[in-house]
């Protein structure tokens, strides 16, 4: 009888504890995300988008144009194809598609006319219309007398329609640093998503020149690839964050599989955890957003990222969720002055 006592004690236990872990799974999968960072594209529409948000309860999401459509990404090494009157090459290496512009084969990103982009963005906006968990950001060239014009343009015809702007240095195959903006010729309180990575046209600290004189939010995606001099400085800048896209990331660079992209031995073995507190060390927690970077990250990752970090509730909520729609709000004029001067160590 003893036995048969201690063995129902046993099993009221385990039941007792698995009913509070699965109290536990359903408020993690009933927190609120917004994803910061989705491309939509011939692939990823918008019906996909809102299907796999529903799915995996992410009930926000800041969207833009993929500036190089992945349906288009070759599968055969060395590959010239034509996108939009640009002629482009893809490579392939064992971790994935990626791409390089040959301009020795003609036209070039930078032949792309206002056209092109104001039709892309059109497109966007028209898609997004009436949703309003998902918040458009329109896609611009890295050249600033093209780029305001075609931001006038989707202004006349779609005012109060998107939400901010994206600049894809490489897509482009031109630094936003070289592009000529600055408070004076570009002065709008759009906040502004500038993809980052490890050509000299997309360099962080490229991105950085252009939100010193940029009188909005500036994200710099992709963490800024963990690049700490750069980190230091958004940490002094309050109209600068970061994204934590894809949604793969942290896993990765901890794995070491993206050497060509960070310091392999300096973040080699890192969890994701320690990898956050790294960034943390230097952006303050109310500047840093999750993004899936779907569809070449997905938002079912994004999730699991989510359910899976080890970090406290309220910090979760603020990099899963508040930090992305506080950044889609615009900025004000005086914390942008108040930036400058810190930033100027006055």
Known sequence: MKYCYYAKIVIEYSYTKKLLANRQINKEINMEIFDGHIHLDS????????????????????????????????????IDVSVGGARIKFSRD???????????????????????????NKELIESCSGKDNVYPFVLLPCNRELASEILKRLENDFKGRFFGLKFHPNAYSFGIHKAGFNHGNFNYDYPVII???????????????????????????????????????????PNVYIDISPSYYLSSVGQGTTQKVFDGQKFAGMSEENLLKYLLRFVPEDRILAGSDAPFGSIKELKSLAEKLQISESLKQKIFSDNARSFCEPIKTSEFESGQENMLGL
């Open 94 to 120: 064992g971790s994935g598609y990626y791409f390089e512009h040959a301009r020795e084969l003609g036209l070039t990103p930078q032949a792309l006319d206002a056209d092109y982009f104001y039709n892309l």
């Open 43 to 78: 692939k990823f529409t918008l019906q996909k988008l809102e299907n796999d948000m529903g799915k995996n309860g992410v009930l926000g999401a800041i969207v833009m144009s993929n500036p190089i459509d992945e349906s288009i990404f070759a599968k055969t090494d060395g």
């Open 195 to 237: 993809h980052t990575g490890v050509t000299d046209y997309d360099k962080p600290e490229n991105a950085l020149k252009f939100a010193k004189q940029y009188g909005g939010k500036v994200c710099l995606a992709h963490s800024a690839r963990f690049d700490e001099k750069t980190l230091k400085q958004i940490g002094r800048m």
